[in-house]
């Protein structure tokens, strides 16, 4: 059974910066895409971010040259640092394993004006 648990959420002021991780069990972590997701009140979930096994990776325009997804093959943790954040990027922050189709519980991300 697959497990994402995400963590470092928080409140930020815009121009700050977050790190989000995401653990994961029950799969052969290092073989499998990873993406982070997010969605904010009364929108749809969308794409962030996503990581190959191999490492290519692919970026949402909105936050291409300021998040950068990386993975911890070692660790089964996929990252996704946050950088100059501004207050539309607050949201629920999803982890998501391509392979299985399994979500984590999100955590919050509030960026003040």
């Known amino acids: 059974q697959v497990q994402l648990v995400e963590s470092g959420g928080g409140l930020v002021q815009a121009g700050g910066s977050l790190r989000l991780s995401c653990a994961a069990s029950?799969?052969?972590?290092?073989?499998?895409?990873m993406g982070w997701y997010r969605q904010a009140p009364g929108k749809q979930r969308d794409m962030v971010a996503t990581i190959t096994g191999g490492g290519s990776t692919n970026y949402a325009d909105s936050v291409k040259g300021r998040f950068t997804i990386s993975r911890d093959n070692a660790k089964n943790t996929v990252y996704l640092q946050m950088s100059s954040l501004k207050p539309e990027d607050t949201a629920v922050y999803y982890c998501?394993?391509?392979?299985?189709?399994?979500w984590g519980q999100g955590t919050q991300v509030t960026v003040s004006s």
């Open positions: 029950g799969i052969f972590f290092r073989i499998y895409t």
């Open positions: 998501y394993e391509y392979n299985s189709g399994s």
